[in-house]
Nanobody, 128 residues
Framework: QERLVESGGGLVQAGGSLRLSCAAS????????MGWFRQIPGQERGFVAG????????GYADSVKGRFTISKENDKNVMYLQMDRLEPEDTAVYYC?????????????????????WGQGTQVTVSS
């Protein structure tokens, strides 16, 4: 059974940094492109960042490009989202997600419906 557990959320002032972690178990992490999404109450869950199975290629939403960095450590079954220069507009519940393809899959995925399993989410609040 695939399981993802996020951690690292919290309250931070604008301009500060946080690092989110996503611990994976129950599946072959090397075969899984992964992603981070976020959701504000009353809005749909939106793409933040995605990374391919090997961790060698990544993409970002325009709103976070240059401020956030996604990474994946396949030997530790962990994915990260380093968030720098945080803004109040980044306040949301952040979710990690995965899907199973192949370790040779060079693509990252931006569409929410492509992902097969999700974590429970972690709250990030950025004060002005």
């Amino acid at each position: 059974q695939e399981r993802l557990v996020e951690s690292g959320g919290g309250l931070v002032q604008a301009g500060g940094s946080l690092r989110l972690s996503c611990a994976a178990s129950g599946f072959t992490f090397n075969n899984s492109p992964m992603g981070w999404f976020r959701q504000i109450p009353g809005q749909e869950r939106g793409f933040v960042a995605g990374i391919n199975a090997a961790g060698s290629g990544a993409g970002y939403a325009d709103s976070v490009k240059g401020r956030f960095t996604i990474s994946k450590e396949n030997d530790k079954n962990v994915m990260y989202l380093q968030m720098d220069r945080l803004e109040p507009e980044d306040t949301a519940v952040y979710y990690c997600a995965g899907l199973l393809t192949s370790s040779l899959d060079e693509y990252y995925y931006t569409e929410r419906d492509m992902y097969e399993f999700w974590g429970q989410g972690t709250q990030v609040t950025v004060s002005s």
